[in-house]
Each structure stands twice: as structure tokens, then as C-alpha cells.
């Protein structure tokens, strides 16, 4: 597979702005403000690991009509030169007596009338990354003008991939394969997990990831405790499953998904629930189509999985994917969100197996109108041996 190019035309950002917009317009803002690398990213293109540092706040603003503006601090002026946004606002940060808010202000109060609606996202999965005295006296300035929450506007749009992004979540998709394809070179039968995991993250990048932003799994008899801890030095034994899970970022997007191993012979009813999450995510693979519900996808999997003797985990069992490690829906009985074709996603069922003791499975899919197509390669059915 040809490697896409870095990057998006110019055509890619009006498409997403010109959407932004039309959602904008529908639900009566004037403007969107965007606070996080994320929302920023999608809009201009500026991709930077600078976001690590929470000194400065960067915003920028999406008007009902007209091009994006950035307000931003100067170091970051010649980056976002560098992207398709043309007017770039800029102050000295941090400073602690006015950082950002009046030139925000007055970029704000440049663009929507005086009884005019203002929209930031402000729901589930979103984040206000400002200060939040900073944020009250920005909405005292702008009064009368309203503030609104304006994650439907955000997340309707996001959710869609254009076929560009699809090519850069492969992309990342294939980075996490090479990887998964090589973990017997550095995993086996009584290496610590913690030079395991550090072992994962090097491929990853030799393998063509620019960060690995995410990096999770674990390692036990027959199956593990959780998949969020930290690595421990404890050695892998003869009768443990390993699992992988990555979140590398190739171009400003992410994979999810994971790989589990045993360490030699593991026990039956490991085995068994192997099978069924692998079951539960081939009947998802036949039967998912748009129109569906996040809901639907949670309940077909649990079907899938009780169908072949599993016990489904709690949780979630999968969600968007992009920009973010994690994105819209979640596939859980209470997410009604209906599923088009485009959207990107995982497949995530996850087993308990005995108390204290679980198996996840995880594939990266695109939505199409016929089904499901994979951007990641499916796992095989059998479980691979370590030795």
C-alpha cells in the first residue's frame, strides 16, 4: 500500500469549514470557537506536539460565513503560517494579566453582531482549554452576545471521514500491523512485560508511527485484570495471555487496536472466549450497516459473544475513531447515535472470563453503505503462541 501523502489540499479544510458552517447557520450561530488541539487540527492543519505544554491557550474561530481566524500565541505564528488559514492573530503568552482574552474579544466581537450566538463545544468528549476565569471574563466582554454549546455541530461533522482521512487511519492502521507482525522478536516466554511494552513503542516507531501516543494492554494467567495499567517488570510466564494495544499517530491520526498472545498453552476456557470474540466481531463485520445505532452495535456484539458461551464485559465494546485516540459514539445500550457511511470505528468486544480475569479483542473499521471494511488486518482466529 502507497503511503499518502503528508498532509491535506487545501479543498479538504474548505470542505470541513463549509460543513462546520451549514451546521452553524442551522442551528443559529454566528461563530464557533475551538479551544483544542483536536478541533484545531481538523480545521487549519496545525499538527504540533507543542499542545503537551498547557502553558498557552490557542483558539480559533470558525464565522457563520468567511475564513477561520487564529488567535494564538507567537510562537506558534510561523506553524500556523504555514497552513491554509490566512488571518492569524497573535500575543505574546503566557502573560498573566491579559493572556489572549482581549485580542479574543475583539476577534469575536469583529465577527458577530452584538445579539449574536457564539458556539463552543461544551458536551460529553469535549474540553474547554482555556482558563476558566479567563473564559468568564471573555463571555463578560463579549455581552450581550450568548455563548452556546455547540458539540451536535462539532461532533456531525467530525464523525464523517472524507476519503483522505480514511487513507491516513490506514496508513496508521498499517503502521500497527508491521508492529504486531514483529512482537515475537521482542516478546516471549519470561521477558518482563515493562521491557516488553517499551519494546512495542520502538517498532512502532521504526515502523513509521510519528509518536505513540497510547500505549496499553496486560499480561496474565489465562487472560488479565484490566487493560490501563502500567507495565510491571514482572516476567512472562508459561500460561499467560499478553495483550497489545497502541494508539500511534501517523500524520496527525490515530489507530486503535489490539493483539493478544499466549505464552505458551494457556487454559480451555481461554481459548473458548477467544473464539467467541472473535465470533462476535466476524458476525459484526456481516451484519453492521449504516442506519444502525451505536446501541445496535453494542447489542449484536453481546449477542455475538453470548451465542458461543462468553460473558460480555462491561463497558463500552467500541467507538469512533480520528484525530483523537478515542471519538464518538460509544457502543453502549444507551447511545443512539445513528451510524453513516463513512464513519470510522472500532470493534471492541471484551469477555470476562472468570472474576478478575478478561480477554478484549479490537478491529479498526470504515463504515460503508454495503458494510463494514477493515483498516486494520483482522487478527487470526487462532490464538498465536509465544514461546
Given at each position: ?7 491535506f ?19 443559529g ?41 487564529a ?9 500556523m ?12 503568552a ?31 468528549e ?26 451536535d ?11 483522505a ?24 516466554l ?21 509518536w505513540?501516543?497510547?500505549t496499553?494492554?496486560?499480561a496474565?494467567?489465562g ?28 500524520d496527525?491520526y ?10 505458551g498453552?494457556?487454559?480451555p476456557?481461554?481459548?473458548?472466549a ?12 456481516e451484519t ?6 451505536a ?11 453470548r451465542?458461543?458461551?462468553a460473558?460480555?464485559?462491561g ?5 469512533g475513531?480520528?484525530v ?7 457502543f ?27 480477554l478484549?479483542?479490537?478491529?479498526n ?23
Amino acid at each position: 500500500m502507497a503511503e499518502p501523502a503528508r498532509g491535506f489540499q487545501r479543498s479538504e479544510f474548505l470542505r470541513r469549514c463549509g460543513a462546520l458552517q451549514a451546521g452553524l447557520r442551522a442551528a443559529g450561530m454566528d461563530a464557533l470557537l475551538l479551544t483544542t488541539a483536536a478541533d484545531i487540527f481538523y480545521v487549519t492543519g496545525f499538527l504540533t506536539r507543542f499542545w503537551e505544554s498547557p502553558a498557552r491557550p490557542w483558539f480559533v474561530v470558525v464565522p457563520a460565513k468567511g475564513d477561520p481566524v487564529a488567535v494564538i500565541p507567537s510562537i506558534g505564528a510561523e506553524l500556523m503560517g504555514q497552513t491554509w488559514v490566512a488571518e492569524i492573530r497573535t500575543w505574546d503568552a503566557p502573560d498573566p494579566e491579559d493572556d489572549g482574552v482581549s485580542l479574543l474579544a475583539t476577534t469575536l466581537g469583529d465577527l458577530v453582531p452584538e445579539q449574536g450566538v457564539i458556539g463552543t463545544p461544551m458536551g460529553m468528549e469535549t474540553q474547554l482549554r482555556m482558563a476558566l476565569g479567563d473564559y468568564f471574563a471573555l463571555t463578560a466582554r463579549l455581552a450581550p452576545r450568548r455563548m452556546v454549546d455547540a458539540t451536535d455541530v462539532v461532533q456531525r461533522v467530525r464523525e464523517v471521514k472524507s476519503e483522505a482521512e480514511v487513507d491516513k487511519i490506514r496508513a496508521a492502521c498499517a503502521v500497527a500491523d508491521r508492529t504486531f507482525a514483529r512482537v515475537p522478536e521482542f516478546a516471549s516466554l519470561g521477558r518482563p512485560l515493562d521491557a516488553v511494552f517499551r519494546d512495542f513503542q520502538r517498532v512502532l516507531l521504526e515502523e513509521g508511527a510519528d509518536w505513540v501516543s497510547y500505549t496499553a494492554g496486560g499480561a496474565g494467567q489465562g487472560g488479565y485484570g484490566d487493560v490501563i495499567s502500567p507495565a510491571t517488570a514482572q516476567p512472562l510466564a508459561r500460561g499467560d495471555v499478553l495483550m497489545l494495544d497502541t494508539g500511534a499517530v501517523r500524520d496527525g491520526y490515530f489507530c486503535d487496536f489490539d493483539r493478544n498472545y499466549a505464552i505458551g498453552d494457556v487454559a480451555p476456557d481461554t481459548m473458548r472466549a477467544h473464539a467467541a470474540l472473535f465470533a462476535a466481531t466476524d458476525l459484526a463485520l456481516e451484519t453492521l450497516r449504516p442506519g444502525m445505532t451505536a446501541a445496535d452495535v453494542h447489542r449484536i456484539l453481546c449477542e455475538g459473544m453470548r451465542a458461543h458461551g462468553a460473558t460480555p464485559g462491561g463497558g463500552r465494546l467500541g467507538h469512533g475513531l480520528g484525530v483523537t485516540l478515542t471519538e464518538w459514539p460509544s457502543f453502549t445500550p444507551k447511545d443512539q447515535t445513528v451510524l453513516r457511511s463513512g464513519m470510522v470505528l472500532t470493534l471492541e468486544p471484551g469477555a470476562q472470563i472468570a472474576p478478575g480475569r478478561i480477554l478484549v479483542h479490537e478491529e479498526n473499521i470504515v463504515l460503508r453503505e454495503g458494510g463494514p471494511e477493515l483498516l486494520s488486518t483482522r487478527a487470526p482466529a487462532d490464538l498465536p503462541v509465544l514461546e
